[in-house]
């Protein structure tokens, strides 16, 4: 519970009506956890504001804090608001010690799982499914770890639980993009794809373009609140090469590692190099591709010129855009512009909708 | 039965093996007409061959033909070409009168309706589907004709009869734009739309731009099989008009109808200040809107200067793009590039499979 799961419940909150009238679903909260307010469970539901509050209250968490005491993360029961106290309030929810406890006690249909990327083995996010899918509820994720490293495995697991398990946040936010092949795109086989999905390094590179040296440009991202303390797996081209991974083992049934996809990332990229090729109107982007190549597929993240006219050109900001060579489409491309939480929120609950809603 | 019906029959030959083991669908082409073969209905299935050569032969098949001889459209049974034989065949096949003795005598589970666009009250495709609806069969389209004309009646039929009007390839050939809101977007408000939907007028504007005059551009975009004969449709904006009718009445529940939309088309436009737009970097394109304003939805299709950066300005010869502006999506764009008959056909197969197909 951090900004994607107060922004899923103010969007569950918002659409309330719609979610009953036009899908079937009344929907309640049994179980909240983060690190720092730990496993919360109470069967017959939190209130919506009661969740807010306490995210609010543990929103100075960070990562690798540790499991608070009961008493930090306590709520009340009904509608009354614990920041408002100003004491330490007594916990009515039954506490527990870890997910499957958890799920357990919370007795869950859904589990909403938000937790960072972890690229070296996707954990705890796998674990928290797998307890999820093995518990019988549906698992939505926003988390590329899961998919990266345990895609088969979890897609086999909820298909035997007769569960679903969906990730349409885990790349490009909510835009519709796993959907967009499971719903709509039937027997089209995705010949191969090539796309910008890392906007840190897009608004580092315009940085670059005007003028600042490669610190510079990360700093002005970093106090635009596109680039992370640390921005590592951004430049280095990590978490492009995990998104490309992503798409490529869940779309084109690839067994692909991360380590297996060609990764260079924009440090080492001449600034005066990155100035002149705008000048040129063929922009530097961090370029991702998968394609087939015989029986396997072949991914790389690299620096490329994106020529004039070409789709992935116009993409600048926080936009996202990837372009799909399919079979019978000759191409197809899907640009994200802009997007805040509220899409990342968006896709799970698109995700929830499609695990349990109901033509009505 | 015309050139996106053959590429159906080709794409659902080609896929035959897919269809059956991924969708459990098994096919069989009971019926085919058009003006030159006329109603010809034979329960027991056509072979895809037979149809294909039938198809051929009607190929010279002009608007406005009569309805021919039964000897015309004859074909043999089994998998005999009436082609190689070089004489006039006899059917064996009962020849219909019209579109509803035609359905009956199929026993047609499922129709596809692919006659061309007729703006003035999109006969006779309106009967064909609500015809096709009425006898309990699916109807597919491919013709804007019938959303724009009768939407929310054939809508209202299906669903009584628990049966589909799906309409993918109507607008943007096989790219998913219908089925994208159906099936991707559940509970996101459709704030407002741009887009470029008609690709003679862009291939026009680009001769233009590189110095031919209006009628030069239209000939050249006639060689190049991208106009028709007589190109009024495109180029005073209809078939735009069209599209932007379809795409409001469809996805934000408007109640447009087409001389309400505000039309410009490009004849006016001066080729100096084509080439001198597309000089600039902002090229004039003829651009599609609609927006929600107040209680209705104001819609317009008018030649308009693309700014830089803008997605739009990216979209070039035949390909189209339309961008939608959602509530908790600030921004989707959809692109697509360069389909032929393929595209289209496509679109109608994955309709078909909405239909009738189930998870295996």
Request: with cysteine.
């Amino acid at each position: 519970m951090g900004n994607v799961g107060r922004a899923v419940v103010r969007l569950l909150q918002a659409k309330e009506k719609e979610l009953r009238e036009r899908y079937g679903i009344e929907w309640r909260a049994t179980g909240v956890a983060s690190r720092r307010m730990g496993w919360i469970a109470r069967p017959e539901g939190l209130e919506a504001e009661e969740i807010l509050a306490l995210a609010n209250r543990a929103s100075g968490e960070k990562q690798g804090g540790a499991v608070p005491k009961v008493r930090d993360a306590a709520v009340q029961g009904g509608r009354s608001n614990p920041e408002a106290s100003g004491v330490p309030l007594q916990a009515p929810t039954p506490q527990t010690k870890d997910v499957r406890e958890w799920i357990a006690a919370a007795r869950a249909d859904v589990l909403m799982e938000m937790t960072p990327l972890n690229r070296v083995d996707g954990q705890p996010a796998v674990e928290h499914i797998r307890a999820a899918l093995e518990a019988g509820a549906h698992a939505i994720s926003a988390n590329k770890g899961p998919v990266v490293f345990a895609h088969e495995e979890l897609r086999k697991l909820a298909q035997e639980k007769g569960k679903k398990f969906l990730f349409e946040s885990a790349v490009m936010d909510g835009t519709p993009i796993f959907s967009l092949f499971r719903e709509t795109l039937p027997l089209a086989e995705l010949r191969g794809f090539r796309g910008i999905l890392n906007s840190t390094t897009n608004v580092v590179l315009a940085g670059m373009e005007v003028g600042l040296p490669l610190e510079e440009a990360v700093k002005r991202a970093q106090e635009l609140g596109v680039a992370e303390t640390d921005p590592s797996d951004d430049l280095d081209g990590w978490d492009a090469a995990v998104k490309v991974a992503a798409l490529a083992i869940v779309l084109m049934g690839a067994k692909v590692r991360i380590e297996e996809i060609e990764r260079e990332g924009i440090r080492r990229l001449d600034p005066a190099a990155v100035r002149e090729a705008r000048a040129a109107g063929t922009p530097y982007k961090l370029v991702c591709r998968a394609e087939r190549a015989g029986g396997r597929v072949r991914a790389s993240v690299r620096p490329e010129r994106v020529p004039l006219g070409d789709p992935l050109a116009a993409v600048n900001g926080t936009s996202s855009c990837v372009h799909f060579h399919l079979d019978f489409l000759p191409g197809l491309t899907i640009v994200e512009h802009a997007p805040g939480v509220e899409a990342t929120a968006y896709g799970m609950v698109a995700d929830f909708i499609h695990a349990v809603g109901k033509e009505v």
